[in-house]
């Protein structure tokens, strides 16, 4: 008999009031082109996670440290049917204004080359998505930002890379 050791997955939590926003989206946008259409996310890889549970057999074995100091980076990255579109890394936090900063050069140029002025972007409903000065620069530089519904990581592509 061995031991196992599981972790539960993630899944959004979602009201009635949610479940019923995401049928209404998806009805509105069933006949939409989603050919031209970037799918973008932000997700943190960390070197010697605390999060790991170790089992053992032997609880005198030996378990080796992990470093307190863990480090971390942080991706941003978009794609769409064509592929990769652009990935950014770096080490800070993220707000609008920095998210504004990366755009041109790992959104809107890679987008224009792959679709030119006919692309779409998604993202979900972070508050650096929604500041302001992320809204006032997409709506000059992306053709089209599509509504996205709360509580849908599921409905996006890019959360499964």
């Known amino acids: 008999m061995g031991y196992k050791s599981t972790l539960p997955y993630g899944t959004p939590m ?7 926003a995401r049928v209404q ?3 509105q946008h069933k006949d ?3 050919s ?3 799918f973008t996310d932000e ?3 960390q070197l010697f996670r ?3 549970r170790r089992w053992s057999r032997n609880p005198s074995a030996e378990v080796k440290r992990i470093p307190k100091n863990k480090q971390k980076i942080m991706v941003w990255g978009g794609i769409s049917i064509k592929g990769l579109i652009g990935y950014h890394s770096f080490e800070t936090i993220m707000d609008g204004s920095y998210y504004v900063q990366i755009l041109p050069d790992h ?4 987008a224009r080359k792959q679709f030119g002025r006919r692309w779409r972007l998604q993202q979900d409903n972070d508050p650096k998505h929604k500041s302001r000065v992320a809204q006032q620069f997409l709506s ?11 509580n849908s990581p599921d409905a996006n592509p890019a959360e499964n890379l």
Not at 107 to 110: A, E, F, Y
Not at 140 to 150: G, L, N, R, T, Y
């Open 32 to 34: 939409d082109d989603w």
């Open 14 to 20: 979602l009201t009635q009031e949610h479940k019923d």
């Open 43 to 45: 997700t943190c890889c």
């Open 36 to 38: 031209r259409t970037i």
């Open 25 to 27: 989206w998806a009805i």
């Open 50 to 52: 605390n999060t790991i």
């Open 140 to 150: 000059s530089e992306a053709p089209e930002v599509i509504d996205w519904p709360s």
């Open 107 to 110: 959104l809107i140029s890679n």
